[in-house]
């Protein structure tokens, strides 16, 4: 297991997204205008505080363990980090005592979620699982069903995770580089909305702008996987080796931002390390939850 990885991981995901909140749901940054990050402190939101339970449950486990997951997820929950209306009346379902499985399944009308939730934390357990792709698929699936039931919800978990396990995977060697991340989740992941996604993020041209990537693929403004994973996996795919140039992608975009930056960040950093993240933008974020131990 790959504890490095996935704690380079954590911290690109936690400082994509604290970066990107303040630009949540903002207007796209207009072509040629200069990308500025905001006034620190930057605070971070859910996708951090529920990346962090899912990397601490990995450490102690080895692991998910869903139930223990799912209880860790609804006692560590915060009101003012962010969270959607189906989250919150999940987590606090749990809280007062509703299994996990009820509580999950009886989200939108019983067909579960379909958002970007499970995704949005998962690449540190992608990073964690590096040397066996099949089993970060796997994992990273039982760690959605925690919040996700709907089946796109657990494919955009799943592509994520398989995202990063490349990047933690190629962190020393990288014969292939951004272009192969594509293809290596293509060839895992199984038919659905988010898969056709990143197969047209696929066969975008070399130049496409941020912005008209966009267009294509979505910038997670239905908060929805299939809204979301393709265009962040194009840029992490594109900017592989650049971290800053990967979350200012994802500002251009517009949309739902700090979830964008959160996976983004999460899987370019499994790549590059924390080396690659510029250190005033670490010493920028907030500090991580005090109940939270670094493996």
């Known amino acids: 297991m790959n504890l490095r990885a996935a704690a380079d991981s954590l ?11 303040p630009f949540e749901m903002k207007p796209a940054l207009p072509e040629g205008a200069a990308f500025a990050p905001p006034p620190v402190p930057w605070r971070w939101t859910d996708d951090t505080e529920m990346a962090c339970s899912l ?33 919150v009346s999940l987590l606090a379902s749990i809280r007062a005592g509703v299994p996990w499985r009820s509580a999950a399944a009886a989200l939108f009308s019983g067909r579960g979620s379909a958002g970007n939730g499970a995704a949005m934390r998962v690449a540190p357990l992608g990073a964690y699982f590096a040397a066996d792709p099949d089993l970060a698929a ?24 398989l995202a990063a396990a490349y990047a933690a995977g190629r962190a020393d060697t990288k014969p292939a580089g951004g272009p192969g991340l594509l293809r290596q989740v293509l060839h895992h992941l199984p038919p659905s909305d988010v898969r056709d996604g ?16 966009a267009a294509e693929l979505g910038n997670g403004s239905h908060a929805l996987a299939h809204d979301t994973v393709p265009f962040a996996l194009w840029v992490a795919s594109t900017r592989f080796e650049d971290y800053p140039a990967a979350l200012e992608a994802c500002v251009r975009a517009g949309g739902d931002v700090d979830s964008m930056c959160a996976i983004v960040g999460g899987i370019v950093a499994a790549n590059v390390g924390v080396a690659g993240i510029p250190p005033e933008w670490i010493d920028a974020r ?10």
Do not use: C, I, K, M
């Open 11 to 21: 911290t690109g995901l936690s400082v994509g997204d604290a970066l990107g909140a």
């Open 55 to 87: 990397l601490q449950a990995l450490h102690r486990d080895g692991r998910v363990d869903q139930d223990r997951l799912a209880l860790a997820f609804a006692q560590r929950w915060s009101a003012d980090r962010g969270y959607g209306r189906g989250s």
């Open 138 to 161: 796997r994992e990273a699936a039982l760690q959605a069903e925690v919040t996700h039931r709907h089946p796109e919800g657990v494919a955009g978990a799943v592509a994520v995770a």
């Open 198 to 213: 990143l197969a047209r993020a696929n066969r975008l041209a070399p130049g496409t702008s941020p912005a008209e990537a």
């Open 286 to 295: 907030e500090p991580l939850p005090e109940w939270f131990q670094s493996p």
